[in-house]
């Protein structure tokens, strides 16, 4: 009964850098969205998907791309990690990009650019 | 556009007392609210969600909000506070799904 799961959950990367954040659900659902959430600021929406083959970019898409890979995975890629970056990233999915619908979270992954 | 306001950073409480975290809203349409909660190192757990039924929601762990559309206001209370309910809790407001928009989280600290 895992959910949402993020890998990985700390990485420390340099300036320039680049790497993926992997995310997995197991829930079937349709939608699934990345966050970034900074002290004070609450969670701000960085990229999503409603469905298999779609994505958008949500408030702050800027240094970010993502692939939804299949209906269960979903990835976020940063090409040239800047310290900006610095931040917990959190992937959520939810039934589908309709009213109503919860999102259920992963546990985050924790990532600092030095 | 959508916003949200919780209007206390953070709040403390004595066991055994009642809270009150207090969120106001504004959406051009009838929005989707929930509150969420997330512990430290955690993600953010679902408490409760209105849509548009009964305007008090009951949620898990004894918390409940209600809906006031001439307030824009959806406040979050608990009879008695928990040790284990420390934590940080957001705010929610949502419209058609894919548009969440987060509060910034109040964070409530429980005395013994």
């Known amino acids: 009964n895992a959910g949402v799961t993020q890998t990985p959950k700390f990485q420390v990367l340099k300036t320039g850098q680049s790497m993926t954040l992997q995310c997995a659900q197991d829930m079937n659902h349709n939608s699934m969205y990345w966050y970034r959430q900074d002290p004070g600021m609450g969670l701000r929406l960085i990229y999503y998907?409603?469905?298999?083959?779609?994505?958008d970019k949500g408030e702050v898409p800027n240094g970010y791309n993502v692939s939804r890979l299949n209906k269960r995975e979903f990835s976020l890629r940063l090409e040239s990690a800047a310290p900006s970056q610095t931040s917990v990233y959190f992937c959520a999915s939810s039934e589908a990009a309709a009213l109503n619908q919860p999102q259920h979270f992963g546990d985050g992954t924790r990532l600092s650019i030095l | 556009a959508q916003s949200v306001t919780q209007l206390d950073s953070h709040v403390s409480v004595s066991e055994g007392t009642p809270v009150l975290l207090r969120c106001n809203y504004s959406s051009s349409y009838s929005p989707s609210l929930f509150w969420y909660v997330q512990h430290p190192n955690k993600g953010l757990q679902l408490l409760l969600k209105?849509?548009?039924?009964?305007?008090l929601v009951k949620g898990i762990n004894g918390f409940e909000a209600e809906f006031k559309k001439s307030e824009t206001s959806f406040h979050l209370t608990k009879p008695s506070a928990h040790m284990s309910d420390a934590a940080e809790y957001f705010c929610?407001?949502?419209?058609?799904?894919?548009?969440?928009?987060f509060g910034p989280g109040t964070r409530l600290s429980v005395l013994p």
């Open positions: 929610v407001v949502s419209l058609y799904g894919q548009n969440f928009v």
């Open positions: 998907s409603a469905s298999e083959g779609t994505t």
């Open positions: 209105y849509t548009s039924a009964a305007t």
